[in-house]
DNA sequence: TTGTACGCGTTATCAG
DNA sequence: CTGATAACGCGTACAA
């Protein structure tokens, strides 16, 4: 039934090792010996067992692919998932890695332990915030390489790829301003213990940033923390715009967009209209809703891609330094940003 | 560094065949030396290795996860994705299974077939049509059993759990008929092969039959194939809704009524303000849509979790057997669906 | 260049 | 109830 290394090697008349020599590439193989195995493996439809490789070689050629979020859906159910998701597992493929899902982090993270202590992955990529969950400690004695994505803590010393956020507020602020807009709010998100992320302070940064080199004057409560999920965000906006009208507002991400612009469309129209709209996120996604959203694009496919080769390549060289990539963000003009 | 089963024993004073036992809670094992055991592996914070273990027991307790569309960017970019996801890792891990992503199925299957062929995963949950990447035979062969979910081929024998889409088609048609139309159009994706895919035919007939209930006759261009991108699924609104009017249209998926609703909106606002529609698709999606959108709403969560339960049970008790398990949809009524 | 022999960490089959 | 021993399928020094 299931045809091993051993079926292959009395069939082209050599050894179990010359076998695992010409599947491995290994250069010390006569081409005539090398053609008979694979001939052999051709004409038995031979591939490799998993497990023995593995338990053999000390890897997988898995990449653990880990969901951590204090509510999962937040990002999975985030527009830019899917395209993370992309970026990561075809590049993985195409360097002979495969993806494992970790994600329900949420109730426990007892799978994402388990996945460290028996070793079925060479290497994880971990997908948002791990505030509540540090099992880095656990990585680093293990052995295992892993890289952050998206957001990561601030001060820790930790491989990152991502954006440069302090960019991305900076450039959205001065469109607006040069728009001709001074009162300007930035809505980001803050998380249980009322802080706000490494992410959002740097767009703040540049927000400020931008302030200052146009020679304006920056006030506190130009930034409003803001409910992350659509529900509440939503009511959240019906009580900011009933006190507040600023000329123009930057949203930190796609779950605000839709709640700003629902609760504006469905209730103000009127402000809808006139006040300006830059959103941080992902440039495909909004280019199908409407209004169209101007948006500070974020490249979450390269992000992926790049996470995966910094990641493979730390798994071949047995490389456990850090080292974080940033990229700057693109600024997509739309309609929803508008002169003042 | 990496502790092994020989140490556990070492340290228990007992042989590693024992330490295996208690590991697999094999009942004949003596209270006391269970206990012994029990205390050294955490002591010295064991856990069995992945990789041996899968190559002694046959099994790796990982289940693939086989995104195969066409275009793979439709589906994973499909708003009902990250629902599916969640409900299949959610509870594969509950019963101790991690999840293996395959996606790069639009460029080649190679990656598919590799993970096929080497024994990585103990079964396959297959998401889409497989019209054109036909490996079932390859499954079956090497006995691996696998289920299909959302889409499956009419006529073939498969395990497959989804959606009874004769009723889906039946009740957006009744709703829309019970508020007085009758000049309504079902729109459905067609695949390159200009096919329609079993699922809509079943809407179709759906369709036909609320209609015959009625006592209303059916016209075939009350069927309107569409395209299944954004892009030119909204030039294609633009030229059906110049030479038609209909009183309410069924939409079959989120692409195609995110087109619908973008064209309208943008260029026919009298039309989208007076034309009923019912869409196909996941209820929390369009919940957050404007306008909010009567939705014949699938079970996507039950769907996984369903073909994660009926998989592990094929697994464990080795059972190639097929069989089809499908849920009558939920007509989850919004403000597009009004009376004529 | 190719064959030999052993090890990778577990599970499983037998005795005892 | 527990210990010894043989697989599991492959990689790899070491010989030849």
């Known amino acids: 039934m299931k045809v091993t290394i051993k079926d292959v090697a009395e069939l082209a008349k050599v050894h179990k090792s010359t076998v695992s020599r010409v599947l491995n590439n290994s250069n010390d193989v006569k081409e005539k010996t090398k053609q008979k195995v694979l001939q052999a493996i051709d004409t038995l439809g031979y591939s490799p067992n998993f497990a023995a490789r593995s338990l053999a070689s000390g890897k997988s050629h898995i990449i653990g692919f880990v969901v951590s979020e204090q509510q999962i859906s937040d990002v999975v159910m985030n527009p830019s998932f899917p395209t993370i998701l992309k970026g990561i597992t075809t590049y993985a493929e195409e360097l002979g890695y495969n993806i494992l899902m970790i994600t329900s982090v949420d109730n426990d993270y007892k ?10 992955v060479d290497g994880f990529i971990i997908l948002g915030s791990t505030i509540q969950i540090d099992l880095n400690e656990l990585l680093i004695q293990q052995g295992i390489p892993y890289i952050f994505i998206g957001k990561h803590h601030e001060s820790a010393d930790e491989s990152y790829v991502g954006t440069d956020n302090i960019e991305g507020g900076y450039i959205a602020a001065k469109h607006l301003i040069d728009l001709g807009h001074t009162d300007i709010r930035l809505m980001v998100g803050q998380v249980r213990s009322q802080k706000i992320l490494s992410h959002n302070i740097d767009r703040i940064t540049g927000f400020k940033k931008a302030f200052a080199e146009a020679g304006l004057s920056f006030r506190d409560d130009y930034i409003v923390k803001t409910p992350t999920d659509m529900e509440t965000g939503y009511h959240f906006m019906r009580t900011y715009f009933t006190s507040h009208e600023p000329s123009a507002v930057i949203l930190s991400n796609e779950v605000m967009a839709m709640s700003c612009i629902n609760y504006l469309s469905d209730e103000r129209p009127d402000l809808l209209e006139r006040m300006s709209i830059v959103t941080f996120g992902d440039s495909d996604f909004f280019r199908h809703l409407r209004p169209p959203l101007t948006t500070v694009s974020q490249h979450f496919e390269w992000i992926g891609r ?9 798994i071949a060289e047995d490389d456990m330094s850090t080292k974080a990539v940033v990229r700057k963000p693109d600024l997509v003009i739309r309609s929803s940003s508008k002169r003042k």
Chains 1, 2 share one sequence.
Do not use: P
């Open 111 to 120: 799978s994402y332990e388990q996945v460290i202590r028996k070793h079925a």
């Open 306 to 314: 790049t996470a995966v080769e910094m990641l493979a390549s730390q």
